[in-house]
């Protein structure tokens, strides 16, 4: 156990490593961020959007929605598409540690960096343009950083299942960056699913992927209350038991089908 | 002696798409390629005891490190089986590896963006070592490779040779009582490369360690291993001590005599043949075992006054040639 935690805290330390790093990403996700609030302003303006969402609710949702984009950064894909394709796979099976495990201790290690050097200034400088986006109620914030955690599980594995495609295919290339934008299609990190037909409102909330993103702002922002929280949360568990299932068996699959690129 | 690897029938096939050259050819696979087996390693058997230290040898691409991928649980054998101490490193990798030191020249398994150290401290969390081992450890490593001077480098700064010396000393710093080193000289210059021997030497008189080694540097092989497995297109070949296999192939030995005078007729010898007559210098070559070096020199002491003798023992290398050379034309 002791050795998650520690590749975890180094991964933390190497977040704070590169400031260059640091501070371009912050001002991208800034831009993006001021972007998109500025589109919702707008829709609503033209009064283009017909919805019992108050514009505020909408900034806080736009807002809260990057901030939780620059958390749930995985390099779990990356990771494994990159390993495989060296040929360093090799250097992480001669270890006697679970080596799905050690790339999710590395990646919660990315994402208390995150947290702490991108998360924090990005909430502070939208904060004071916006006006600061703060928890219903203290509960609403627990139940909150549960859910964000179940949603970054789900998001994990559904990025850990694809690099372990890499054992077939060699080269990921663009697929990953297809299922991104998907990904963030389908949870509603872009536009709130709220704004869709009932029909595939119904369709969506039974799938991972509006779990990943809407269930935690909807919990923050008070869109859904605590008691209601409930039963999306129990979806949750549910899609993070069965992702975590698909992902071992994937894996022992995967796993025997290595082949060490270059000698 | 307990047995500490064992291979019996082990075989890896890989499937290989054919592709064919040009733009053509490049539309033509992205439809359908053509798939072909290939059979890596065919159904070798082997033992190794505790402690030998063994010499695993072939051309390149004979199989050498697919062997070691499937001993070190990286690849699944297609069939056969390979047990290290007794566990399957596949289907029992985590409790196999734990007792298992690897090092791939080729490849680093320290981390690049780190100081050497950090490394350590990884691997120390990893296999679990406690403080007193991880110290005393750390302090031998130190002794034979010299880590202090660069424990606190960033990997990526360290030289072709500091990095061996610290992927070495990362493969033992838990002491595994078995270690495979592929290729662990390769690039290195003369000096690093006594300190690897030396290192490779030191652990297995100290820790009684297992070591299997690949490599294309004979003079490792000469220095190191009492044993060794020759393995050419996926089967093994030669399975033999280094003694029995130069006796084997290379049973004569060249005596080279410079005369104060160069012979009126040509020399003739009862007991050894004579390759070439250039003035005053003869070459002649006969049979180690059967003839004394000393016998030579005396018949030819007794017609001519010698000025100068020398003596070229067989050389490993062309032994090996003479293997290899021999087995693909077989194949």
């Known amino acids: 156990m002791k050795v998650y935690w520690y590749i975890m805290r180094s991964r933390i330390l190497m977040t704070m490593a590169y400031r260059f790093q640091v501070i371009s990403t912050v001002l991208c996700q800034i831009v993006i961020l001021f972007a998109s609030v500025f589109f919702w302003k707008a829709a609503y303006g033209l009064e283009a959007v017909q ?79 916006f006006g600061f986006t703060l928890p219903v109620s203290f509960p609403a914030l627990m139940l909150f950083i549960v859910s964000t955690f179940l949603g970054f599980v789900i998001l994990w594995c559904i990025c850990g299942i694809f690099g372990l495609f890499s054992f077939w295919v060699i080269q990921l290339g663009p697929i990953g960056g297809a ?59 549910f899609w993070a038991a069965v992702m975590v299932l698909c992902l071992t068996q994937f894996q022992k699959v995967a796993f025997r089908k290595v082949v060490v690129q270059g000698g | 002696m307990a047995v500490s690897i064992e291979a019996k029938n082990l075989t890896k096939e890989f499937i290989v798409t054919k592709k064919e050259p040009g733009l053509k050819g490049a539309f033509k696979n992205l439809i359908h390629s053509e798939k072909s087996v290939f059979r890596a390693v065919n159904k070798i058997n082997f033992s190794i005891e505790e402690g030998q230290v063994v010499g695993y040898i072939g051309p390149n691409g004979a199989g050498k490190s697919t062997t070691i991928k499937m001993m070190s649980g990286i690849l699944q054998p297609t069939s056969g089986d390979v047990t290290i101490r007794g566990g399957s490193p596949f289907q029992d990798r985590k409790k196999v590896v734990r007792n298992l030191g690897v090092v791939f020249g080729q490849r680093t398994q320290l981390y690049w963006d780190l100081r050497l150290g950090e490394s350590f401290e990884l691997l120390r969390r990893i296999y679990e070592i406690d403080d007193a081992t991880y110290q005393r450890n750390l302090g031998i490593l130190n002794d034979i490779l010299n880590i202090q001077e660069i424990i606190d480098t960033p990997v990526r700064q360290l ?67 009492r ?75 007794a017609n001519h006054s010698i000025q100068d003798i020398s003596i070229e023992e067989s050389n490993i290398e062309d032994v090996i040639r003479t293997i290899y050379a021999k087995d693909s034309e077989s194949a």
């Not at chain 1, 950064?73 to 390993?83: A, G, L, P, S």
């Not at chain 2, 992927?167 to 210059?189: N, Q």
């Not at chain 2, 652990?203 to 080694?213: A, E, K, P, R, V």
């Open chain 2, 159 to 225: 030289s072709l040779g500091q990095r061996m010396r610290g992927d070495l000393a990362a493969a033992i710093l838990h002491s595994p009582p078995v270690i495979f080193l592929d290729e662990p000289t390769i690039g290195l210059d003369v000096d690093v490369k006594y300190c690897v021997r030396q290192f490779i030497k030191d652990i297995n008189d100290q820790y009684h360690t297992t070591i299997i080694l690949t490599t294309h540097d004979l003079g490792d092989i000469e220095e190191l291993c």
């Open chain 1, 51 to 129: 919805s019992d969402t108050t514009l505020d609710q909408m900034i806080h949702y736009t807002v809260l929605s990057n901030l939780l984009a620059v958390l749930y950064t995985t390099f779990v894909e990356q990771n494994i598409n990159q390993n495989v394709r060296q040929g360093n796979v090799a250097v992480d099976f001669i270890k006697p540690i679970n080596i799905m495990g050690s790339y999710f201790a590395a990646d919660i290690g990315m994402m208390i960096g995150s947290l702490l050097f991108r998360f924090i200034p990005m909430y502070l400088i939208s904060g004071l343009v």
């Open chain 1, 179 to 237: 299922k991104d934008y998907i990904i963030r299609f389908l949870s509603g990190s872009f536009v709130p699913i709220w704004f869709f037909p009932e029909g595939i409102q119904q369709v969506f909330n039974f799938l991972p992927f509006v779990h990943i993103y809407q269930t935690p702002i909807s919990i923050y922002i008070g869109k859904i209350t605590v008691l209601e929280s409930l039963f999306p949360i129990g979806i949750q568990l």
């Open chain 2, 227 to 301: 044993r060794i497995i020759i393995i050419n297109h996926g089967e093994i070949v030669h399975d033999c001590s280094l003694e029995t296999l130069m006796n084997e192939f290379a049973p004569n030995r060249r005596l080279i005599v410079d005369l104060y005078q160069a012979p009126q007729e040509p020399i003739e010898l009862r007991n050894a043949r004579v390759i070439s007559q250039e003035g005053a210098r003869i070459c002649l070559e006969y049979n180690k075992k059967e003839t004394s070096t000393g016998d030579v020199v005396e018949a030819i002491a």
